[in-house]
């Protein structure tokens, strides 16, 4: 009996052996359709070491490295790359025909029933919701901005010094950063403040529900089962009641409640013909924002506007903390701006503008996040259908389409054809900014920074804020007080989750400063 007639009467091998025979065809397509793209063998056939590195928190690192082995294009699965090339990173977001990978954004929905200006994976919709969002981010229809921001750097100096300087007693820093970046978008977006700061707790668990909120996105991630989200009865339902819960629930259902009392409001001026207020939540609404899509922006901008500003503030402090070098030259800048007038005395506040000015602050800002970017997000996009053409080191690849390609914001950051092949890339410089005398390579090195906000439409529309606050805070924390780790062996616990760096425990000892004179 010959092999075709064997199968032939025993149908359920026949099928067994279509099936595997079909699984075989789909591997050496996969296999050889970036077979050109370097990276280990594996993971050209097995996405099951790119679902590891997810799951291990640490998956930024995990980039890093195959990026130092491998180059500035590295396979990571069979349909998917990472880039450490800021310029292809900007095509990709840039170029026509691209656009934003399903298996990440959807996973990162934490509504099932919508997107948001994040999630949102179609172009048009994308563009059409950003450009309602554009002008409430930019500051210009927030005429309370500046002063939102400060009064919440008051209530976090007030905190420390009446709390926790010269008192012998740890402080978490990296709770505390949190509470004042939640603070200051809670005031901005709504002007209604969640007031962690001044009760130096967080009673209803925001903060430890955004951690596992984003620890089980990136589980989902991992495991490909985002579509879970999209079933009703698999997700628990909160109690109307707001007192009988906390954590994200009543995050999000306090925010509910304010958005519908301000949305009420601003249409019952709207037909007196009086004047709202004038903040981001007014922007929003002027441009046609409304109803349960507001409410999701919303919630967006309080979780992710406060955890990535949290994240390079914890950085920031991190390293200059551990580096007297810089903490030096910083408090030596600082007091040299209030001494010569570019900056009020206490209990004075200074201005973004004037914080702007201080080269080697601006300097330290964007040193620290450069080698401790606050997103790490694999915010995947996808090739053009026809597939497209890109240039690596000289060299011109073709990328089929539908290919993801994932950005590796570290090893961007440490990217020696940016930087220099002599440069000290993992070395924490903020000197690099200020010395740097070629400007075609300093402008190359400004161009990577930017790129850790996006490009294109899709440039992070909280950058200006986020640039604002970082600015403010730092002259302040450092002209107010001296800061030491306590134990700078483990500085904090930390794992990076969906590309957010989750911290905590970040115990620090705090003693007022004398003001310059």
Same mark, same amino acid.
């Given at each position: ?20 025979? +079909? ?8 296999? !050889? ?73 959807? +996973? ?31 500051? !210009? ?84 089962? $985002? ?205 690099? $900014? ?21 490009? +294109?439409? $899709?440039?992070?529309? +909280? ?19 001296? $800061? ?34």
């Amino acid at each position: 009996m010959d092999m075709i007639t064997f199968l032939l009467l025993r149908p359920w091998l026949s099928i067994g052996a279509a099936l595997v025979l +079909g699984v075989l065809v789909r591997r050496i397509q996969q296999f !050889v359709r970036l077979r050109h793209v370097n990276g280990p063998l594996l993971y050209r056939v097995s996405g099951i070491p790119h679902a590891m590195a997810l799951f291990s928190d640490d998956c930024h690192n995990w980039y890093t490295e195959l990026h130092r082995k491998y180059g500035q294009l590295v396979v990571v699965s069979p349909t998917m790359v990472t880039t450490s090339s800021p310029d292809l990173w900007v095509r990709s977001n840039t170029y026509p025909g691209y656009k934003k990978s399903k298996w990440y954004y959807r +996973g990162v929905r934490y509504d099932w029933r919508r997107d948001n200006v994040f999630t949102e994976t179609s172009i048009e919709k994308h563009d059409a919701r950003r450009l309602q969002m554009i002008r409430g981010y930019s500051g !210009v229809e927030n005429l309370t901005l500046e002063a939102d921001i400060e009064a919440c750097i008051v209530k976090f100096l007030s905190l420390i010094r009446s709390r926790y300087a010269g008192k012998r007693k740890s402080m978490d820093l990296a709770q505390k950063i949190h509470f004042f970046t939640l603070d200051v978008i809670s005031t901005i977006g709504f002007g209604k403040c969640y007031d962690l700061l001044n009760r130096d707790e967080d009673p209803d668990e925001y903060i430890d529900s955004i951690h596992k909120g984003l620890k089980i996105c990136n589980n989902q991630i991992a495991l490909g089962t $985002w579509w879970l989200n999209w079933i009703p009865f698999l997700n628990p339902k909160p109690d109307p009641n707001t007192d009988g819960n906390k954590g994200f629930y009543k995050m999000s259902m306090r925010n509910d409640s304010m958005v519908e009392a301000r949305e009420k409001e601003f249409n019952e001026k709207k037909e007196l013909g009086a004047v709202p207020r004038a903040d981001m939540l007014t922007s929003f609404m002027n441009r046609g924002l409304a109803g349960a899509d507001l409410k999701s922006e919303h919630t967006l901008q309080i979780v992710a506007g406060s955890d990535t500003t949290a994240g390079a503030l914890r950085g920031l402090m991190l390293y200059v903390l551990t580096n007297q070098r810089v903490y030096k030259a910083l408090q030596a800048e600082i007091d040299d701006a209030v001494v010569s007038g570019k900056a009020p005395r206490a209990p004075g506040i200074i201005t973004a503008q004037q914080a702007k000015e201080l080269k080697y602050l601006q300097a330290v800002i964007k040193e620290s996040m450069r080698i401790f970017p606050p997103v790490n997000n694999q915010l995947s996009r996808d090739t053009p259908p026809g597939g497209d053409t890109v240039t690596i080191d000289g060299q011109e690849v073709y990328l089929p389409g539908g290919t993801n390609i994932i950005p590796a914001f570290k090893a961007m950051h440490r990217n020696k054809s940016v930087y220099g092949e002599d440069a000290d890339v993992d070395v924490f410089r903020p000197e690099r $900014w200020l010395e740097e005398t070629d400007e075609t390579r300093l402008e190359a090195m400004r161009n990577a920074f930017n790129v850790g906000f996006g490009s +294109g439409r $899709w440039l992070c529309l +909280g950058k200006a804020i986020a640039l604002r606050e970082m600015g403010i805070v730092l002259f302040e924390l450092f002209r107010n007080f001296d $800061w030491t780790l306590d134990n700078p062996e483990k500085p904090w616990n930390h794992a990076v989750l969906i590309g957010l760096h989750s911290i905590s425990d970040m115990w620090v000892h705090v003693e007022e400063r004398a003001e310059p004179r």
